[in-house]
């Protein structure tokens, strides 16, 4: 096998331990500079009342980034790209036991 190939198939091993939760060395965090948290929450059919309640913001927060008032920070961004990615997910974590 060429070395290119032997490459290309340790990389998607890599990718696939990762994505398995097997190797977390070498991983980075990405944050995205902005979420559209209305789009999200049109994508998720919830009005900012049960967007809010739904996931723990407080409304106000929800309306000022829909307006672009205030611009959610490093931490709400991160919860907000989990919540894009795995709304049920969220949901369960954070429903009462």
């Given amino acids: 096998m060429s070395k290119i190939g032997m490459r290309l198939i340790k990389a998607a091993k890599e990718a696939r331990a990762f994505a398995r939760g097997e190797v977390t060395d070498g991983f980075v965090v990405h944050v995205p500079d902005e979420v559209d948290v209305k789009a999200l929450r049109k994508k998720l059919k919830c009005s900012q009342s049960e967007f809010s309640r739904r996931f723990g913001f407080a409304i106000d927060?929800?309306?000022d980034w829909e307006?672009?008032?205030?611009?959610p920070d490093r931490?709400?961004?991160i919860f907000l790209t989990v919540i894009a990615r795995e709304p049920e997910a969220v949901t369960r974590a954070l429903a009462p036991r």
Wanted: glycine share 0%; aromatic share 0%; proline share 0%.
């Fill in 75 to 77: 931490t709400a961004r």
């Fill in 67 to 71: 307006q672009h008032r205030r611009t």
């Fill in 61 to 63: 927060a929800v309306q």
